[in-house]
């Protein structure tokens, strides 16, 4: 790649904190131009050194320091300064596997002391080096980890892939097609317009249990999801044929995540002969699935998405790592899914937020890849970033089974090996350093579920009745209902069908077998069969009014259940199969019967349901049912039987027989030798093979679908799902520029902890919102109005619900609750939308003014899409929660924070003021981080920090954000 290449040997080197600067060094000794190259770094830098100079593409003054000019250094990518450790992987044999970048080739102890989680983000780092998005400070800085993350510092992270699911993947492919005409009108080739890195994006967040407790649920509940979805599904269709390096999985083919971990993980990449570790971000939160297979994943939003796919880098914090070591072994009958409902409630009490947890020790050997994944899924529920489990033998054999070559798993344990990745527990362990620690003796686990509102609320089995008795009796929360005491033994009768229905406060009226929680582990689908046929046989059955249901998250499962001869249980006892993908775990449970809703509405019945999932705050699995709780598959059923969550298994009947003989739990659960022997026999690598093979394959329905071939999308001026929106409207060549800020209106004025949930449209269109108006107007019926969430791709829709949310508290409204605002000029108190329109048509700019955390919660694309929208020009809060301040950045908004000690009380701030934000003309002039005055038009003058954190935030502001910057930098290219 490079000519004259020379090595030389030195005593003296640049100085860490002048590499860190990236300034590029001359040597004084010779006639012709060089910059420095670290050869083989061993940071930090010491007396002796080995450097390869490499001649300059451009001349310098010889003896100089030539200056950097950011906006020039991202050509210069290809000209990695860790070249020097670019290392060959031998294939046994003969031949080579690939090339790599090697760590043990940095010669750097500290890295044998690095979490294997922290090594996989110094890969990327080290192989992703080109002095301008990554550079040789932020290696050293990942390097260091035992020292600088305690220190919140920030480091750039490219990830391998992206993971997408239908809800967040739509505004994400409408923003790429967008692109493309923005490419087009700017007399650029559109096709450059790809993602760089792979993406998968699995449609499985849009089918409803409407159909259950039918041999032909599936179909029908398609064929619903189908009818209400269609539009979304032809663009996504689209997509798939438009771009390259993007698949599109289609409907009825199982869930994100259990289709990421049985088919779409790669755990090493060899991208034209370079090996690297799999590393994944995903719109979904729990992309963390993944960590169980060793691959480093995590949930994001969609911009930070977006950026990834366009070969932008993250900005995170350095996390802290939580070693969690395991040992012993779960005892008879305990199941995967009590520990992890054990797990979490430990990691919530230790406190784990922004963090990895990284599990290690010789209980490791007892847990099954299966296992593993079911842990790490629920590391948003535990706060986590990731669960991380490394890559050891079990991880080897479970790519095996699920149909990975043999040469791509021997190339995977090759590569993680010889870059000190791979864990072998039949060698001697070198101890790591972690942030803190945790230990589980595996042995202690027992059965358990949790809730009745939250997932780390673990309740033992043994003491769930005296539990729910307690929450019956305790004054409304996470833990309480308030019921009077008269009142806790209500048994309400009621018709159902022909036949006389009972309920009572704690009776299940759902249990639903669903979520990439617990439907990717065999050991406890498996588990529920075997509990299912154990009770037919003693003659139990589900009372037909519990809505009962089976979501697998692959086809794989329905395949082992009907080789293990147990699906024909699960039918009799109600858990027919209703689709494949996201159902009652995100809400789309479906409607009750209406007699069963009829019941527990006019009787005012805390009703009950019971899920495999891994969520169950309030409102989320059913509207009617205020109690949910997270099980086991097996004792989703066990409490499907039974009928409520009021019984002491230990001590109470689950129920009886047509002769009236009482049984017991311990008579329908099965032992861990009886799962174990149905795993071994039924679930076989020729199921994962044979399903996969067809995966992209389709249905009927998917493959009926008319789309067009062009590579430019056809906008439907109709559609109120698709729209073009209006990014790139007015964007030339030349980038706009900093902006600042005259003479603003405020349009809100929050106080501490607006959330996303607070900003971004979620959840029901209501009806007198102006998004509902929108869709009026346009012929739409309020019955299919859907929800915000289905109508992502319509930016006209999401710009009415961005500040919507019911719950807002605006302080310009002095107290009054609700989704309105103040027009400052006239008095008028309007909806946001409404007011920031009046504010946009009059040429006027506006800002936010806020407290500490703002934009805290679920990172999400449209709390910062949303608010540009209507013109926002500028947050002023005394902090933000990262990742939305990011992307603020991305759609161009400036970040701006109050001085410690002061907010906008403290300086008499009304948000009846107009405010003026002096930003230099050019983006060269600001810095990272610096301070800037705001002045109010009633003589108020106050500092601010400018959250713009690198330069390379900067260059996306320069150029009105991310997008537009990426748009010209294919054009140029």
Not at 241 to 263: C, K, R, T, W
Not at 301 to 314: F, K, N
Not at 340 to 362: D, I
Not at 779 to 799: H, K, L, P, T
Request: glycine share 8%.
């Amino acid at each position: 790649m490079y000519n004259n290449i020379i090595t030389t040997t030195t005593t003296t080197s640049p100085t860490s904190s002048s590499f860190a600067n990236n300034k590029i060094f001359i040597p004084r000794f010779s006639s012709s131009s060089y910059y420095y190259s670290l050869s083989k770094p061993s940071l930090p830098f010491r007396s002796q050194r080995k450097w390869t100079y490499l001649r300059s593409p451009a001349k310098a003054q010889i003896g100089s320091v030539a200056p950097v000019v950011q906006r020039n250094i991202a050509s210069m990518a290809s000209e990695n300064p860790f070249k020097g450790i670019f290392t060959t992987l031998p294939r046994p044999g003969g031949g080579e596997f690939g090339k790599f970048y090697s760590l043990p080739a940095l010669n750097d102890p500290r890295i044998d002391k690095l979490p294997y989680s922290i090594r996989i983000l110094l890969e990327s780092a080290i192989r992703n080096c080109d002095n301008f998005q990554v550079t040789p400070n932020d290696v050293e800085k990942i390097i260091d980890w035992e020292n600088t993350s305690p220190k919140q510092v920030e480091i750039p992270f490219k990830p391998a892939r992206v993971l997408l699911q239908d809800f967040t993947g739509v505004p994400a492919v409408v923003d790429l097609a967008c692109m493309r005409d923005a490419m087009n009108k700017l007399g650029g080739d559109s096709k450059k317009i790809n993602p760089l890195v792979p993406v998968d994006l699995v449609i499985d967040h849009s089918v409803q249990v409407d159909v259950a407790r039918s041999p032909n649920a599936v179909q029908a509940n398609m064929d619903l999801e189908f009818q209400r979805n269609n539009e979304r599904f032809a663009f996504l269709k689209w997509g798939s044929h438009a771009f390259d390096n993007m698949l599109v999985v289609p409907p009825g083919s199982g869930i994100v995540h259990q289709v990421n971990l049985e088919y779409l993980g790669r755990v090493v990449f060899n991208t034209e002969g370079i090996l690297y570790p799999d590393s994944v971000v995903g719109t979904d939160s729990h992309t963390t699935m993944i960590d169980g297979l060793g691959v480093a994943g995590w949930g994001v939003g969609g911009i930070e998405a977006e950026a990834t796919m366009l070969g932008q880098p993250m900005s995170m914090v350095l996390p802290g790592v939580v070693g969690f070591k395991l040992s012993g072994k779960l005892q008879n009958g305990v199941t995967a899914t009590d520990l992890v409902l054990t797990v979490t409630q430990m990691l919530r009490k230790h406190g784990v937020v922004g963090k990895f947890v990284e599990f290690f020790g010789e209980g490791m050997s007892e847990l099954s890849l299966a296992d593993r994944a079911t842990i790490a899924n629920m590391s948003p529920e535990y706060g986590a970033t990731m669960g991380f489990f490394p890559v050891d033998h079990v991880t080897l054999q479970y790519l095996k089974l699920t149909g990975r070559s043999d040469d791509t798993v021997a190339m995977i344990e090759a590569y993680l090996r010889a870059n000190k990745m791979f864990v072998d527990y039949s060698e001697p362990q070198q101890e790591k350093v972690y942030s803190s620690y945790l230990e589980l003796n595996l042995g202690d686990v027992e059965p358990c579920i949790s809730g009745p509102k939250r997932p780390h609320d673990r309740v033992p089995i043994k003491d769930m009745k005296a539990d729910w008795h307690s929450c019956l009796d305790n004054k409304v929360g996470f833990k309480g209902f308030a019921v009077p005491k008269e009142a806790q033994e209500k048994v309400v009768s009621f018709p159902f069908h022909g036949q006389t229905a009972e309920l009572k406060h704690g009776s299940v009226v759902i249990a639903a077998i669903t979520s990439c929680t617990n439907t990717s582990n065999p050991s406890v689908m498996l588990g529920a069969g075997l509990v299912a046929k154990k009770a037919c046989e003693l003659g139990l059955e589900v009372k037909p009014w519990v809505k009962t249901s089976l979501a697998p998250g692959s086809g794989v499962v329905t395949k082992y259940l009907l080789q293990s001869g147990l699906q024909k249980y699960l039918d009799q006892q109600g858990f027919s199969i209703v689709g494949y993908g996201c159902t009652t775990c995100i809400g789309n449970s479906g409607d009750l019967d209406e007699s069963v809703a009829a019941a527990i509405t006019d009787n005012d019945i805390v009703a009950a349901a019971v899920l495999s999932g891994n969520r169950n705050f309030e409102g989320r699995v059913h509207p009617l049912t205020r109690a949910n709780y997270l099980a086991s598959p097996p004792l989703v059923v066990a409490y499907a039987l039974a009928g409520t969550v009021d019984i002491d298994f230990e001590k109470e009947p689950i129920g009886t027989t047509k002769d009236g003989k009482n049984v017991y739990f311990k008579e329908i659960w099965p032992s861990t030798e009886e799962i174990a022997e149905v795993v071994q026999s039924s679930v076989l690598p020729d199921m994962f093979k044979s399903t996969y093979e067809a995966i992209t394959q389709g249905n009927p329905m998917w493959n009926k679908l008319s789309v067009p071939s062009s590579s430019l999308y056809s906008w439907d001026p109709n559609s109120t799902y698709i729209h073009e929106p209006p990014y790139f409207k007015d964007m030339t060549m030349d980038p706009p520029g900093p902006h600042g800020v005259r003479d603003a209106y405020c349009l809100l004025n929050f106080g501490d902890s607006i959330t996303t949930d607070h900003i971004s449209p979620a959840g029901s269109i209501h009806k007198d919102s102006p998004a509902a108006k929108y869709l009026l107007e346009r012929g739409v019926d309020r019955r299919d109005f859907n929800s915000y969430g289905s109508r992502r791709g319509n930016d006209e829709i999401m710009a009415r619900g961005t500040f919507a949310n019911i719950r807002i508290v605006n302080k310009l409204l002095n107290g009054e609750v609700g989704p309105k605002t103040i027009h400052i000029p006239t008095g008028d108190k309007l909806s946001v939308f409404d007011v920031a329109m009046r504010y946009k048509e009059a040429g006027h700019d506006t800002i936010v003014l806020a407290g500490a955390e703002y934009g805290s919660g679920s990172s999400r694309d449209w709390a910062a899409k949303g608010p540009m929208l209507q013109g926002v020009k500028a947050v002023i809060a005394k902090s933000f929660e990262r990742i939305h301040r990011s992307n603020l950045v991305g759609m161009g908004i400036i970040p701006l924070c109050f001085k410690a000690g002061e907010d906008a009380d403290t300086l008499g701030l009304t948000g009846h003021e107009r405010y003026t934000i002096d930003l230099p003309s050019k983006a060269s002039d600001i810095k990272p981080g610096q301070d800037v005055t705001v002045t109010t038009d009633n003589g108020k003058s106050f500092t601010c920090t400018i959250r713009f954190d690198t330069q390379v935030e900067l260059t996306y502001f320069d150029h009105g954000g991310i997008l537009p910057y990426v748009i010209r930098n294919l054009i140029k290219k």
